[in-house]
């Protein structure tokens, strides 16, 4: 979260990836989009020391894959681990991404800190990078929308950008309106149609309509309609809310727009973790929504990804791979992943056998490719690392049901805990 001035730092380095990068694995896509929080390392979670590295900064890396020769290209741009890995949506209209800034630049030389989500400093812009030229990303606009942005989202036809904010310690959802994809107007939501709930962690707009997916207290979910009275943006409650978790992070629409699944992170404290579960929820347009399918996946499970064709989930399992090397615990500990089968048309999972172990630290998030057989998986760093310097992204592949791990790895900034891959 490191930025040289005050305004953003841009620095454009674009490289040949080498062969033992690229020729292993067959993911196609235009591009993947990693985020790296160079501020603190995986084990900072557990025990504060940051071992915070000034030669190493924030970036956003785009890896190309729309010619033969693939390119890593990589800007300056600030973002955190802390929140959950909803706080990037991309609009195929206008080419442009949103980026939510949920903690800010670290300048401090402060080694330990006691929780590492309430000292480091707040952050609160939002970030929108032209990824018209992949190979050349750039930051078009910045805006500051509050003290912390959790989650953005924008619509489908580019017009409406839904921002979930802390502004003086209260929780709100922002409505921004486009032009050419920028921001030209924001509006607030009348915060009163949550019912009290203290925080939104993140939000989702339907994959066709003007409707958002809306995560209350991570316990709890909301579906909004967008209104247009007098030139100005608000939100109504579609049915009532839905309980469904002790702790959801994020969440993914189907294509069909039926149906919602949501992660079930279960977090109750870094030292207690729960399995945790990803589970489908039908959405009515009359607002009797219905918790339909849960299945089982692994220890903190944050981040996921459906695959295009809907048929299938990964779910990514932490499982406590945040603890300090030098714990004694951590040298029986490794993340996995979980292959779940999906029914598009009635919402149904399926878990499809064991978990599938690897090494890495703080994996949290995971992209299917066009194809939806091949899977990119974004881990912190290598485990048991004293001084990381690299995160990593590695790649799986569905065979007959089963998850095989590719020898392909693409290395970037340490820190990189979110992945989308751009399709179009």
């Known amino acids: 979260m490191r930025n040289t001035?005050?305004?953003?730092?841009?620095?454009?380095?674009?490289l040949f990836l080498n062969a033992c990068n690229t020729e292993q694995h067959n993911f196609k896509a235009r591009a993947l989009i990693v985020l790296s929080d160079a501020d603190m390392?995986?084990?900072?979670y557990e025990d504060g020391v940051l071992n915070k590295n000034f030669q190493i900064e924030d970036s956003l890396t785009v890896l190309s894959f729309n010619h033969p020769n693939s390119t890593k290209s990589q800007i300056s741009l600030s973002?955190?681990?802390i929140g959950w890995p909803s706080v990037f949506s991309y609009s195929p209209k206008t080419q442009l991404g949103y980026f939510?800034?949920?903690?800010?630049?670290?300048?401090?030389?402060?080694?330990?800190?006691?929780r590492v989500w309430d000292a480091l400093p707040d952050g609160g812009r939002l970030f929108v990078v032209d990824l018209s030229n992949i190979e050349n990303p750039r930051v078009v606009q910045q805006e500051k929308l509050g003290n912390n942005v959790f989650s953005v989202s924008v619509n489908s036809t580019g017009t409406v950008l839904a921002s979930s904010v802390i502004q003086s310690e209260k929780t709100q959802i922002l409505l921004s309106q486009l032009e050419d994809g920028k921001i030209v107007k924001t509006f607030l939501a009348d915060t009163s149609i949550f019912n009290n709930f203290k925080r939104i962690t993140s939000l989702y707009f339907h994959p066709s309509k003007d409707i958002l997916a809306v995560n209350l207290d991570n316990t709890s979910i909301g579906f909004y309609r967008i209104t247009r009275n007098n030139n100005t943006l608000g939100l109504e409650p579609i049915g009532g809310l839905l309980?469904?978790?002790i702790r959801w992070s994020e969440g993914k629409w189907f294509n069909?727009?039926?149906?919602?699944?949501v992660c079930d992170y279960a977090f109750t404290g870094l030292d207690k973790p729960r399995v945790s579960s990803i589970k489908s929820i039908k959405f009515d347009v009359k607002?009797?929504?219905?918790?339909?399918?849960?299945?089982?996946?692994?220890?903190?499970?944050?981040?996921?990804?459906?695959?295009?064709?809907n048929q299938y989930?990964?779910?990514?399992?932490?499982e406590r791979s945040f603890l300090p090397p030098t714990y004694a615990d951590s040298l029986f500990i490794r993340p996995s992943l979980t292959l779940i089968k999906v029914s598009p048309n009635n919402g149904k999972l399926e878990r499809l056998g064991a978990n599938y172990s690897f090494d890495g630290a703080l994996p949290e998030d995971a992209a299917f490719d066009s194809e939806s057989n091949t899977v990119a998986v974004v881990s912190f760093h290598e485990m048991k690392e004293l001084n990381p310097r690299k995160g990593k992204v590695e790649f799986w592949e569905i065979q007959h049901e089963r998850l095989i791990k590719l020898d392909a790895k693409v290395e970037l900034t340490r820190g990189a805990h979110f992945i989308h891959a751009i399709l179009d």
Do not use: C, R, Y
């Open 5 to 14: 001035n005050l305004s953003i730092v841009l620095i454009v380095l674009t």
């Open 79 to 81: 973002n955190s681990v």
């Open 243 to 245: 309980k469904v978790s």
């Open 287 to 309: 607002g009797n929504h219905e918790l339909i399918s849960e299945v089982k996946t692994g220890l903190s499970t944050e981040g996921f990804d459906l695959s295009p064709d």
């Open 256 to 261: 069909n727009g039926d149906f919602f699944a």
């Open 41 to 44: 390392i995986a084990s900072s």
């Open 313 to 318: 989930i990964v779910a990514v399992n932490m």
């Open 100 to 114: 939510a800034e949920t903690k800010g630049s670290n300048h401090q030389t402060k080694i330990k800190m006691q």
